[in-house]
Structures are given as structure tokens and as C-alpha cells.
């Protein structure tokens, strides 16, 4: 059978990881996801790729030992770009030891190509099984397609590596060296083009999953407190009052309300308000019952969804959670902040003519009688109790 061309099979590759690189670089996200590294390793691996292409040309210093570090360079690249991508700081010693072994093994056998084989089948396998290991150790849940995609391209570079360097140790192949087109070289270089590829793409995929998962979050949540924002709110206040008309179950609200704010952004400057937002929002948060619901509902302003609660049970929880805020200040900048807040509820019985908004104005009527009162306070609003059906007239 005919063979293809090696020279050419080499120069597609060094241009699939060119073009690689160059898409990537273009992308420039907003923060650092790997992007960067992944496209330094492609041009890396562009680089080894036309000094293979070269063998012949230039001195095999620089087609054999300086092309084939620049590739274990490639390998720490990716190793580097995943762990970014986590979040974890980069395993240097993991990334330059592969490096510094290849560099010495291939200067040492740069007159032997089959123990430059043997070697290419032991020492970049090693790396890609890290980047595995690191790719797969805490499952990649936001990015399970993307990094599917990658390790495929990864386990597919392994076995061809590692099956050429054990069928060269067992003189199962022909080792006529590398420019000498057979089987085992067409499969190798064809694998290496596709693997750039499928590779590059699964790691596109996992940034692009990944950057779906934040929208979907930040279009549900609060960016700074981390709480479900309004219309998470009003989403779940909907579904849960039908909810709790249909079972005739006690239902109630509460408006958290953080008292003198502005006087604190006034007084500490805006980074402290952002400080006492949080604090609060994480006292709420763990204060409350699994089935409750806290967001934030607009400036410095908390709403609490308590299902299955009647009015005196949300006045016993916020009165807790009044007392939680008042005893336990801000803590930022080195200094406390002393915080409190008022606390308006409504709740009760649900009637069939009662809608969500009902809740929310009588919380917020409750809220401002708080306020009234001198603030730090709890105040609440009953919902309307059913009136009697009219007695029938009699004749």
C-alpha cells in the first residue's frame, strides 16, 4: 500500500497547531482559564514539528534533542493549562523534570533512533497520564463534555506512543529513521494531526461549558453576596404561594433590611458596605432551615421564603436572626462595624384569592413600621383571615 508523505504529513501538523494557537489567542477571556498556556504549548508543538520537518537540513541538535524537548515542553504546557484552568497553582516540578530527562535521554541516544523511540514511548506518555490524573481527579461536572473530548485526544496520543515504543524495543517495526515513510509512520503522524485538534477542541469545549455555568449562576444569583437575586425570588415565591394555596399550608415572607447603610458607606467607604452586605447575607444564610430561601433582593435589602411557616414561627426566626446580626459585628479593614437590622414578616394561611405580591406588601408595610419603631426591630403584618360566607336570605 502507498504511504503518505512524511514531510508533509509533518508540515499539516505544525500548521493544525499553528492555526490552533492562533484561534486561541484570539479569544483573550476576561480571566485566566489556561487559554494562554494551552496556545504556548501549540506553539511549541509547531515548533517541534517543523524541525522535524527539517531533519537533514539543520543539525540533528536541533531536529533530534532541541525538537523533541520542545514537544515534552508541549506536554507541560497542557499539564500547566488544566491545572489554571482549576484554579490550582502550577505543578512546576511535575512540568520541568519530564522536560530536563527528555532533553538528556535524546542527547545521549541522538545516534540511536530506535532507543529515541523506546524513549518517546515511556517519557511523554508519563506526562499525559499526569494530565489525566489532574484532568479527572475532582470530576470536571461544569466541563464534563469539553474534558471528555480532551481526554480522548490525550488516551489516543498514550496507546499510539506507547505501543510504537514497546513494538521498537521488541524490533517489531522497521526503524529505518524518521523521514522513511511505512505504516507506523503514517499512523503516528496522522494520530499527532488529529490529536491536536480533538485536544485543542475539547479544551475550547470545557472554557465554553464552563462560561455557560457562570451565566446560568449569575443570571440566578447575587455576583457579590453569592445569595439568589429578585428574580430568583419571585420565581420560587410564585411557584411555592400556588403551592401553598393548593394545600392550604401556612406560608411567609420576610424583608431584611440593613439599618443607616448609606451612613456606613458614608463613614467606611463603599468596600466596607460590600463587607456588611456579605456578612450579613452569610449570617442569614446560615441561620436558616434547608427548605428556606434567602436573596437579595435589592440594594441593601434581604428577602426570606419561609414555607410551611406560620406567622409566629417567622417572628420567633426573626427575632433570632435580629439578635444574630446586632451581637456579632462587620468585621473589615481591621476594625468592627457594628450592624442591625429591621425586619418586617407577613404570613399566615394562604386563601385562594391571595397572590405572592400580597406577602411581599405586607412585609414590607411590617418593614417600615420597623422603621417607624426606631429601627432594630422586628414588626409583622397578618394575612387577611377568610371572611364567612354571607348567611343565606330568608324569606
Not at 253 to 262: A, E, G, P
Request: aromatic content about 6%.
Amino acid at each position: 500500500m502507498p504511504f503518505l508523505d512524511v514531510p508533509t504529513m509533518l508540515l499539516m501538523t505544525a500548521a493544525a497547531s499553528l492555526t490552533m494557537a492562533a484561534s486561541l489567542g484570539a479569544v483573550r477571556p476576561g480571566r485566566r482559564e489556561g487559554i494562554s498556556l494551552w496556545a504556548l504549548g501549540l506553539m511549541m508543538h509547531t515548533s517541534t514539528y517543523v524541525l522535524y520537518a527539517l531533519r537533514g537540513l539543520v543539525s540533528d541538535w536541533a531536529s533530534i534533542v532541541l525538537a523533541n524537548t520542545l514537544l515534552s515542553g508541549t506536554f507541560a504546557m497542557v499539564l500547566a493549562a488544566v491545572h489554571q484552568f482549576q484554579g490550582q497553582a502550577l505543578p512546576w516540578r511535575r512540568m520541568a523534570v519530564p522536560v530536563a530527562a527528555t532533553a538528556l535521554l535524546f542527547a545521549f541516544f541522538i545516534d540511536d533512533y530506535r532507543a529515541r523511540i523506546v524513549t518517546a514511548g515511556v517519557v511523554p506518555p508519563l506526562q499525559l497520564g499526569m494530565v489525566l490524573w489532574s484532568l479527572w481527579r475532582e470530576r470536571p461536572a461544569a466541563s464534563l463534555r469539553g474534558a471528555t473530548l480532551l481526554s480522548v485526544g490525550l488516551v489516543m496520543e498514550v496507546l499510539l506512543l506507547g505501543v510504537r515504543g514497546m513494538l521498537a524495543a521488541t524490533r517489531d517495526i522497521p526503524v529505518e529513521g524518521l523521514m522513511q515513510g511505512n505504516a507506523m509512520q503514517s499512523i503516528t503522524f496522522m494520530a499527532a494531526f488529529v490529536v491536536v485538534i480533538l485536544s485543542s477542541l475539547g479544551f475550547i469545549l470545557m472554557g465554553k461549558d464552563r462560561s455557560d455555568a457562570d451565566n446560568r449562576y449569575f443570571a440566578a444569583h447575587d455576583a457579590l453576596t453569592g445569595l439568589v437575586n429578585r428574580r430568583s425570588l419571585i420565581m420560587a415565591l410564585e411557584r411555592d404561594v400556588a403551592r401553598a394555596v393548593r394545600l392550604r399550608e401556612p406560608y411567609a415572607v420576610m424583608l431584611v433590611d440593613i439599618d443607616h447603610f448609606k451612613s456606613v458607606n458614608d463613614s467606611h467607604g463603599h468596600l466596607a458596605g460590600d463587607s456588611v452586605l456579605r456578612h450579613v447575607a452569610d449570617l442569614l444564610r446560615t441561620r436558616l432551615r434547608a427548605q428556606d430561601l434567602v436573596g437579595r433582593y435589592g440594594g441593601e435589602e434581604f428577602m426570606v421564603l419561609l414555607p410551611h411557616t406560620p406567622l409566629g414561627g417567622a417572628l420567633e426566626l426573626a427575632e433570632t436572626l435580629r439578635r444574630a446580626v446586632e451581637r456579632l459585628p462587620c468585621v473589615g479593614g481591621g476594625k468592627e462595624i457594628p450592624v442591625t437590622v429591621s425586619i418586617g414578616v407577613c404570613g399566615g394561611p394562604l386563601q385562594p384569592a391571595d397572590g405572592w405580591d400580597r406577602l411581599v406588601q405586607g412585609a414590607d408595610e411590617a418593614l417600615y413600621a420597623a422603621k417607624l419603631a426606631g429601627r432594630n426591630r422586628v414588626e409583622s403584618t397578618a394575612l387577611a383571615a377568610p371572611r364567612p360566607a354571607p348567611a343565606p336570605a330568608v324569606d
